[in-house]
């Protein structure tokens, strides 16, 4: 079974600085997506970005981008210029062929104006 | 598009009664997800219709709880004689079937607490 493992349970950072989520994975497919989720307290989960496993080139979506490492089983999620909106659990998900995602524990990032 | 929609967004209810969620999909997408999420922890997933059959279940889903989705429209979750270990946040995701590419979004969920 695949799982998906956040170490993170807490992470803070200052507005307008830089921050990284970390996310490994374990899976014997070869194809497969990711994905980072943003659940903001008492809101629902909106979608931040999605990586495809085929692709080499990390994806990117303004402040969002990730670095995959595909060998290492690796997904993390970069946050450039931090903003208060940013404050919210994050959580990293893995898809295959089996249609259902899985979830991460999460990650909850705090925002220090 | 206006987005998945669920309802009620909260319910509280006493053990050993039944309850009933409802869940509209984004009108075009004809997968529709049921997943429940745990205070602190990552979504987990129950179960998943493609238009109005039921390809999967999981192990989490007992014998209480059923889901539905008559004409492949709206669908609703069903759960028999809670449990206090049923309070949790039942979240509804909806698709369009793209293979290995589609990507599911969000309604805001309907929290369940059983006293």
Redesign the interface.
Known sequence: AQTVTQSQPEMSVQEAETVTLSCTYDTSESDYYLFWYKQPPSRQMILVIRQEAYKQQNATENRFSVNFQKAAKSFSLKISDSQLGDAAMYFCAYRDAGNMLTFGGGTRLMVKP | DTG?SQDPRHKITKRGQNVTFRCDPISEHN?L?W?RQTL??????LT?FQNEAQ??K?RLLSDRFSAERPKGSFSTLEIQRTEQGDSAMY?C?SSLDG???E???????TRLTVL
């Open positions: 998945v997968r997800y997943y602190g922890q990552g979504p987990e997933f998943y390809l999967e999981s979240l995701a293979g290995i590419r990507t599911q979004y969000f309604g805001p969920g």
